[in-house]
């Protein structure tokens, strides 16, 4: 889901359903996450990255959703 969402964000065609100013900061948030994933979430347990793949799912969710009313 963190590269999913990365990789939606870092698109063109979707640059005018994400706001301007929290668009670094998500880029960030999802580096951070992926940080964690090979450090400290490595010996986390499945519950832990269950409530993280839904909270990322979530927002995801939410972006989407403005692009498909878009269309």
Not at 29 to 42: I, Q, R, S
Not at 61 to 68: V, Y
């Amino acid at each position: 889901m963190i590269y999913k969402m990365r990789s939606w964000l870092r698109e063109d065609e979707n640059a005018e359903f994400v706001e301007a100013d929290t668009l670094e900061e998500r880029i960030d948030n999802l580096t951070a996450l992926e940080d964690w994933l090979y450090e400290d979430g490595a010996s986390a347990n499945y519950s832990v990255y269950q409530d993280k793949y839904k909270e990322l799912s979530k927002e995801f969710e939410k972006l989407e959703t403005r692009k498909g009313w878009y269309d």
